[in-house]
């Protein structure tokens, strides 16, 4: 009987002549908690935006004679104290939950993106300018901003929008100082000193060849901004001034459910929203970890 075994240099050099992309991506596929929370991430924004097609109940119609009623075949998981279905709230919030807190994620990321690569390429006064005023957006008081922005807009631009905007504008500061100090560290490379002695365009050298090598950095951030602004919109909802009360949230499900009797006696009402919404953002975070790991090179995982 002849024992056939693996041979540890084919792996290995087959290991070699892959790309980092290629590697981080068989890397992070094999990391099942990720590819779990993954999996579950992906069938809650679909689940999300299919809504329309899923429940055909009003979600914000008061209806007197059924409020409060327990999960049954007809509501699934009950009603709350106006009378409205619980898992079509829940659907039709996490859509919006999930909106906003994509929305802020790319504006976020594409803002910070830019101030970092500009202030770590140029240096000098470019780049004091610039972190001086990435430190003033860092200190500015989050809550305060919102409230009083929000109270001058509410009544000339939609609450959806100026809750967008404004959390997007405070938020783009730590994106700013990571991309800095990794363009900071890639621009003294051979490659990026010959595009920039040949005379390469800045913003040539910046797009082509800079960020290209910080996109790994960037999409981790993403994902773990991505958490973080979710969180953001639920606590602001939930203390009455992030997303307008006429729109379902899981913040303003949650908001709505303060009442001691709610909370004693009728768990439907604030459990979904408590339970969907912690679970996606472990799940984010998971999978935030996930892509770190595969994107380090020193990680075996």
């Not at 709230?89 to 999930?98: A, H, I, K, N, Q």
């Not at 006064?125 to 009083?148: E, G, H, K, Q």
């Not at 969180?231 to 303003?252: H, K, M, Q, R």
């Not at 604030?270 to 799940?283: D, F, N, Q, R, Y």
Request: glycine share 8%; hydrophobic share 50%.
């Amino acid at each position: 009987m002849v024992n056939v075994t693996a041979d540890p240099n084919k792996s290995q050099e087959k290991t070699i002549n892959m790309s980092p992309w290629a590697i981080a991506r068989r890397k992070f596929l094999r990391n099942k908690l990720a590819m779990t929370s993954s999996f579950f991430l992906l069938t809650v924004i679909i689940v999300s935006f299919l809504a329309p097609y899923i429940t055909t109940a009003d979600i914000s119609k008061v209806n007197i004679m059924q409020m409060t009623l327990e999960p049954s075949t007809e509501h699934w998981l009950g009603t709350d104290k106006s009378g409205r279905d619980v898992f079509t709230r829940l659907l039709y919030g996490g859509r919006v939950s999930l909106i906003v807190g994509m929305s802020c994620t790319l504006l976020v990321v594409l803002f910070g993106t830019i101030v970092g690569s500009i202030a770590g390429f140029y240096g000098g006064m470019v780049d004091s300018a610039l972190m001086r005023f990435t430190d003033f957006v860092l200190n500015f008081p989050f809550l305060v901003f919102v409230i009083v922005l929000g109270a001058i807009l509410r009544g000339y631009v939609d609450g959806l929008t100026i809750l967008i905007v404004v959390i997007s504008i405070l938020s783009w500061g730590g994106v700013a100082r990571i991309v800095r100090s990794k363009i900071l560290a890639e621009k003294e490379n051979e490659y990026i000193l010959a595009a920039v002695s040949i005379g390469c365009k800045p913003s040539k050298v910046i797009i082509k060849h800079l960020l290209p090598n910080v996109l790994s950095t960037i999409i981790v951030q993403s994902t773990i901004l991505f958490a973080t602004l979710i969180v953001a919109e639920s606590g602001l909802s939930y203390l009455g001034f992030g997303v307008p009360a006429t729109i379902p949230s899981w913040g303003n499900m949650l908001s709505a459910s303060q009442e001691s009797d709610v909370l004693a006696n009728k768990p439907w009402i604030w459990m979904p929203p408590a339970i969907i919404l912690t679970v996606t953002i472990l799940s984010i975070n998971f999978i935030g970890e996930g892509l770190k790991d595969a994107f380090n090179p020193k990680s075996n995982r």
